[in-house]
């Protein structure tokens, strides 16, 4: 049975139509893993979002519960929760914004590319019923690992005849969330004044912070660079360290993708001059995916800005950090795999 919250026994409710909030125009939008660390929070934060109207939680558990609650939230956006593979398509079906925190997180010790094996399958399913059921939805995925989730997903998307680059957008804003914050404290600021761009991808030596490009203009001492660098490349690892295989970031990821999935909407809606850093289509390097800023429109990420400038040590990261390059080989191995 659906979960959509139910009625009680004899209580009346008025037409649909008497319930609809000001009849404000609203986007209708997707959490699938709707049940999990991620997808809890996401879910309550994009109830909260004025812009969306409708709001249907997925998961392969639990959905019930976590729509029942989130349902009793005052907002206007209209929730409707659903269980299992067999409903999978009534949940995708008429969705403009699908956001994917679905998969295994990190136990310590691993690496983002030792999630592979299972969440590729999980990723590749879901994709298989965004390709069917919303084939022009905006898709934002968070599950990782994020540099080769991202390649499935467009895979499974050719495959089946919808793939349109700028649809595809994996969520790269935690990096950019903790480069502003790590940022912010060693400045002295308020973080939500601040605005690094973080670009390349998500794992290890491939999330690369232009701190020569930080907003607003500032500078740093070698130490520093060598501090914010390293702090926002194993921001993941610091969180699933302290977590102590409890899993990995949940509540600041969640804050970070409903940061993005606003933007999105926004573009969406047609607001000018929305640039977000995301991991996407690409053609500013030689690699087929690259996270860089982009800017988000009615139809996606309408544009992929250029790097700009970078400084010597942006040019040539991470040298000599044997973990972090380890990951980075493995996730361009495993690129390749899904590509062939
Ligand atoms: P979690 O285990 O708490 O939740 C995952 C949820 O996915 C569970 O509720 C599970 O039932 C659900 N799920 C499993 N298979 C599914 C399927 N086929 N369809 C729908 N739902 C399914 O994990 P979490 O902490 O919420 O993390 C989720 C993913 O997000 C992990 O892969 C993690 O590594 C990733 N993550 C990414 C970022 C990022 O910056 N992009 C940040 C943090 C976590
Ligand atoms: C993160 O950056 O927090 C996520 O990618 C989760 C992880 O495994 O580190």
């Known amino acids: 049975n659906p979960t959509r919250p139910q009625m009680e ?9 008497c319930r609809a909030k000001g009849g404000a125009p ?4 997707a959490v699938v893993g709707a049940a999990g660390g991620i997808g809890q929070s996401l ?28 349902s009793h939230m005052d907002t206007s956006a209209v929730v409707r929760g659903f269980i299992g593979q067999q409903q999978l398509e009534a949940a995708l079906t008429g969705m403009d914004l699908v956001i994917i925190p679905a998969g295994l997180p990190r136990k310590p010790g691993m ?15 879901i994709c298989e019923g965004v390709a069917k ?30 793939y349109c680059p700028k649809r595809l957008l994996g969520v790269t804003t935690l990096d950019v969330a903790r480069a502003n914050t790590f ?21 290890g030596v491939t999330i690369l912070p232009l701190l020569s490009q930080v907003s607003p203009p500032c500078s740093f001492t070698p130490d520093e660079i060598s501090y914010l660098t390293n702090r926002i490349q194993n921001g993941g690892t610091e969180v699933v360290e302290a977590k102590a295989g409890a899993g990995s970031a949940t509540l600041s990821m969640a804050f970070a993708a409903a940061k993005f999935a606003d933007a999105c909407l926004r573009g969406m809606r047609g607001d000018a001059g929305i640039v977000e850093c995301s991991y996407v289509a690409s053609e500013v390097t030689e690699l087929p995916f690259f996270a860089s800023k982009v800017r988000l429109g009615r139809g996606g990420a309408e544009e992929i800005l250029p ?17 972090a390059e380890r990951e980075h080989s493995e996730g361009r191995v495993l690129h390749e795999q899904v590509r062939s």
């Not at 094996?117 to 399913?125: D, H, L, P, Q």
């Not at 084939?135 to 919808?162: C, D, H, M, Q």
């Not at 010597?312 to 044997?322: H, I, L, N």
């Open 9 to 17: 026994e004899g209580a009346a409710l008025r037409p649909a139509a």
């Open 26 to 29: 609203g986007f209708k939008v």
């Open 43 to 70: 879910s309550l934060l994009m109830k909260m979002n004025p812009l969306v109207s409708v709001l249907h939680l997925y998961d392969v558990v639990n959905t019930p519960g976590v729509t029942a609650d989130v």
């Open 111 to 125: 690496t983002r590319d030792d999630l592979f094996n299972k969440n590729a399958g999980i990723v590749r399913s």
């Open 133 to 162: 059921s919303c084939p022009n939805a905006i898709v934002n995925l968070i599950s990782n690992p994020v540099n080769s989730t991202v390649p499935i997903a467009a895979e499974v998307f050719k495959r089946a005849g919808t």
């Open 183 to 203: 940022v912010a404290e060693v400045l002295g600021v308020d973080p939500r004044e601040v605005n690094v761009p973080v670009v390349g991808g998500h794992a």
């Open 307 to 323: 790097l700009g400038p970078l400084n010597d040590f942006e040019s040539r990261p991470g040298e000599g950090e044997e973990g």
